[in-house]
């Protein structure tokens, strides 16, 4: 039996990033607004460790937030050390970090390998030259290539994170970002929409309407390809959209874009519906449509939105909805007037 994953979060906002994106508050992003010392970081460690099936999970401490190989290398070993006490105890599995791709080099993966360092994030956010530019990311497309190639050869897995919906990016630049990060094969892939924070340049930008964000609609359109398309190439997609905080749910920190905390319910609820509709046609008279029961809530959708729409796009046929463990997640069975068919959502692309 596959071991459950559980990541203990240690958050360090805007620690060795080199560069202020035009996007980017970490402090707001992440709820932390101060430095994390070595007592609070071990009471975050052991209050999850405490609740955790330690036989039946893998384990690994994340040291989340900021760019964490730019930081000064004493106090990457700092955390580093803290964290790799944990694997030798015997009490956690590995170490996973976030960082930019123009940051890694093979000194600094040594040093990750040794003090046990399993997986390597990279904050990648578009392979579009212009819209890194935009943003004011700081790194070029060939280096996210050579740290990604050099984070595999050094036998890291690999993470790599993108966004949609910044400034000079559309549909077409987004899904070609996902095609090539597809190309290089990462473990782990997550997925976040732009959200216009209060105090960062893009926040200014929105405000003297230089810069337009997404819709919800539009977002959760996107996505729902894009998430796709990592999953037809059985890539693991972690994250679709950003976790929610307080201040996030109170909206007292976000003046634009499409949060949503329930983001990634909305995506894989409309691939559903996209993947059924594909299938059906206006003469039919009868549906019964068979799903995996983790996939039911998918189907029905938020607020049964899903069933509304079917209501009003095919107001003449009659649908009924099966629960079985024997059709896969992301599978689904019909049966449209007498007539059986299987189909999984990835064969739309």
Known sequence: MAKDHYIIPIFIPH???????????????TGI?????????????????????????????????????????????????IANK?????????????????????????????????????????????????????????????????????????????????????????????????????????IYPTLVFKNTELCEMFMNKKYKALNLEDAIEYTSDLLQLFYSHNINVIRVGIQPTDELLTGSDIVGGPFHPSFKYLVESRMFRNALEENLNKVNNEVTIIVNGKDRANLVGHKSENVKYFSGAFPSTEFKIVESDEVERYNFKLIIDNERNSYTIFDMR
Request: proline share 3%; charged share 25%.
């Open 15 to 29: 620690k060795g990033c080199p560069f202020d994106c035009v996007f980017c508050n970490q402090k707001t992003i």
């Open 33 to 81: 607004k101060n430095d994390l010392d070595r007592t609070q970081i071990v009471e975050i460690i052991e209050t999850n460790l405490s609740s955790i099936d330690r036989e039946n999970t893998y384990i690994e401490i994340a040291f989340f937030g900021g760019s964490f190989t730019a930081i000064p290398l004493t106090q990457q070993i700092d955390y580093l050390e």
């Open 86 to 190: 944990y694997i030798k105890d015997g009490r956690i599995d590995g170490i996973r970090i976030s960082t930019r791709p123009d940051y890694i080099d093979e000194k600094i993966l040594t040093i990750l390998k040794k003090y046990g360092v399993t997986t390597i994030e990279l904050g990648v956010q578009s392979l579009d030259k212009n819209v890194l530019i935009k943003s004011k990311r700081g790194h070029t497309i060939g280096d996210v290539i050579c740290a990604s190639n050099l984070i595999k050869y050094y036998k890291f897995r690999l993470g790599l994170q993108m966004m949609i919906g910044l400034p000079g990016d559309n549909y077409n630049l987004s899904y070609k970002t996902a095609q090539a990060i597809v190309r290089l094969k990462p473990d782990c892939v997550r």
